[in-house]
């Protein structure tokens, strides 16, 4: 079993930035997939970011250029560096781990808003 605690989300400005970070504890393994998701009002929840234990990462086009995902292997924790966030960037953001079937976070809510 693998429990998945996320934080670092708020209320920020258009183009302001926000970090999340992601830990993941008990039966952890090195190989595993973790990264981030996000649901806002109405919407299907969508990928926002992933990354291997090895530093290949995928980010959905909309925020490419813009977040930058990291791994921390030795703490079992990965993070989300979000810059120029945009009011469409508002949404609950769930950390992702995946190994043999997936994991979530609680979510996190990120607002941007003037």
């Known amino acids: 079993q693998v429990q998945v605690v996320e934080s670092g989300g708020g209320l920020v400005q258009p183009g302001g930035s926000l970090r999340l970070s992601c830990a993941a504890s008990?039966?952890?393994?090195?190989?595993?997939?973790m990264g981030w998701y996000r649901q806002a009002p109405g919407k299907e929840r969508e990928l926002v970011a992933t990354m291997t234990s090895s530093g290949r990462t995928n980010y959905e086009n909309s925020v490419k250029g813009r977040f930058t995902i990291s791994r921390d292997n030795a703490k079992n924790t990965v993070y989300l560096q979000m810059n120029s966030l945009k009011p469409e960037d508002t949404g609950v953001y769930y950390c992702?781990?995946?190994?043999?079937?997936?994991?979530w976070g609680q979510g996190t809510q990120v607002t941007v808003s003037s």
């Open positions: 008990g039966s952890v393994v090195a190989i595993s997939l």
């Open positions: 992702y781990y995946y190994w043999l079937r997936s994991y």
